[in-house]
């Protein structure tokens, strides 16, 4: 048998190195970091805002009301309406501060006592 009778032991195929085919070491990933690992996950970036807010802890049971907005006597007196109700002042309360010099009448509000006093005595009147 001469040399350029031999036949190579390869039997036609490379050998192989590192993991996922005939590219190499690397395989095509380049190298290192969270990509070049097997069973990468990239996080969405939903998540990584949900991440950072606070843990709310604790029984919370907030009333989904908005809360009265307070109306001075005295504030009322300055505007050109003498009738009061949800339409004019939405969800309101009326108090007792200032003084009232015309008649005002008010409907479907929560009003305090003094501000009843001051009303009714200016001759308007309250009507729940």
Do not use: C, W
């Not at 010099?101 to 006093?117: C, D, E, H, M, N």
């Amino acid at each position: 048998m001469q040399l350029f009778q031999h036949s190579s032991q390869k039997d036609g195929r490379e050998k192989r190195i590192g993991r996922g085919g005939k590219r190499g070491t690397t395989s095509g990933r380049g190298t290192k970091g969270q990509r070049s690992r097997s069973g990468h996950r990239i996080r969405p970036a939903e998540r990584d805002l949900l991440i950072r807010l606070p843990k709310l802890r604790g029984y919370r049971n907030k009333p989904i009301r908005e809360k009265a907005r307070g109306f001075n006597v005295g504030d009322l007196a300055l505007r050109k309406e003498t009738e009061f109700s949800k339409k004019n002042l939405g969800n309101a309360k009326i108090l007792g501060g200032g003084e009232l010099t015309k008649a005002i009448k008010v409907t479907g509000l929560p009003v305090s006592q003094s501000a009843k006093a001051k009303i009714e005595k200016a001759g308007g009147s309250v009507t729940a």
